[in-house]
């Protein structure tokens, strides 16, 4: 959790208002993308989710609008059935910012990220 903290004080505090600069206007916000792709039932546990919760909570309670957008691709149908439980533990405005994606993503991702955002990935 430090390591969790510290790495939402660096976007506030450097990663942020460099892009800013670099991009000529303001960016306040981060849009996460997550692969799950290889994620395997055995990666799956009580801890994961313990864990979860608690990023979740620190996201919601002193970061609530750094996340703008977050992109789920190569999601699976066991990651959905998750996602049916876990979403209920989360607040509604977070849950309005996370977008599932399938195996093929990217003309949809290219609707969400430009397509020189999404070059540099």
């Known amino acids: 959790m ?3 903290y510290k790495k939402c004080e660096n976007l506030i505090d450097s990663l942020l208002p460099k892009a800013s600069i670099s991009a000529g206007k303001f960016i306040g916000q981060t849009c ?3 692969d799950i792709r ?3 039932t055995k990666q799956i ?3 994961l ?3 979860m919760e608690r990023q979740f909570k620190v996201d919601m309670n002193y970061y609530p609008e750094l996340l ?3 992109l789920i691709v190569n999601n699976s149908f066991l990651f959905q059935a998750i996602w049916a439980i876990a979403s209920g533990f989360i607040h509604e405005s977070t849950r ?6 399938s195996e093929d993503f990217k003309d949809q991702l290219l609707k969400v990220v ?3 955002s999404y070059q540099k990935l």
């Open 96 to 101: 309005n910012k996370v977008k599932f994606f």
């Open 2 to 4: 430090k390591f969790y």
């Open 68 to 70: 703008g957008t977050c």
């Open 45 to 47: 546990n009580k801890d």
């Open 32 to 34: 996460l993308i997550l």
């Open 49 to 51: 989710f313990h864990m």
């Open 114 to 116: 430009d397509a020189i």
């Open 38 to 40: 290889d994620i395997s």
